[in-house]
């Protein structure tokens, strides 16, 4: 096979993805029929079945994408210094790379989750990934509230495409995640308070103005 060749099938296999993604968003997933995708793309069914077997295999290739994204990501993890600021640095690092396809995969994955659960376990179980992601940045030594912090560093962009209305531009919600992640990783880095050491508060204490 020829660099040219092999240049067309994954520009056409890459043709695909985005279709699809496109048509499983406007019509959904179930109700987008191979026949859609083949008119679509100008393909026969013969030249589609070359590429994917099916549709589970198309989506499930937009999600292995991100995965293989999160892996490079632990792999750059490994090779930092440790610091107070890794964690920052680390989920920065994963928006940045968050695109508005990946948005759009993000929101069929949310309303597909009977077939990802089908899926997940063939390189496409970010959720695993993610978990491998905390337990390095967590160390051993990361209290509880610690990793629950940390875990929702990692959802901003998730919880901000959930939370978005209709009609709200991919930069917006990235925008918004943004502040949320740097908002977070400022708490992963400050020491939980020692609540055993607090002063009582004596606004709550009515004898507090009680004359001695």
């Known amino acids: 096979m020829t ?6 099938g994954a520009d056409t296999r890459a043709q695909i993805q985005r279709v699809a993604r496109q048509l499983f968003t406007e019509k959904g997933y179930e109700a987008t029929s191979t026949r859609d995708l083949t ?14 077997r099916n549709k589970e295999e198309i989506l499930a290739s937009l999600v292995e994408q991100r995965r293989r994204d999160l892996d490079e990501l632990i792999d750059w993890v490994r090779d930092q210094p440790r610091g107070p600021d890794l964690a920052r640095r680390t989920a920065l690092r994963w928006l940045a790379g968050t695109t508005p396809e990946h948005l759009a995969t993000m929101r069929l994955a ?11 376990g063939h390189g496409t179980d970010v959720v695993g990934g993610i978990d491998r992601l905390i337990d390095l940045l967590a160390g051993e030594h990361t209290d509880p509230q610690g990793r629950i912090l940390l875990r929702m560093t990692f959802d901003t ?5 959930l939370a978005a209305p209709a009609g709200v531009e991919p930069a917006d919600v990235l925008a918004a995640a943004r502040r949320a992640t740097l908002a977070l990783t400022a708490a992963v880095a400050d020491p939980p308070p020692d ?17 001695g």
């Not at 660099?3 to 067309?8: A, F, P, V, Y």
């Not at 962009?157 to 495409?161: F, G, I, K, S």
């Open 195 to 211: 609540t055993a050491t607090d002063p009582p508060d004596t606004a709550a204490d009515p004898r507090a103005d009680t004359a």
């Open 157 to 161: 962009v998730r919880a901000a495409l």
């Open 39 to 52: 008119e679509a793309l100008g393909l026969t069914k013969s030249s589609l079945y070359y590429h994917f």
């Open 3 to 8: 660099g040219r060749e092999r240049r067309s």
């Open 110 to 120: 949310h309303a597909n989750q009977p077939v990802m659960r089908r899926i997940t």
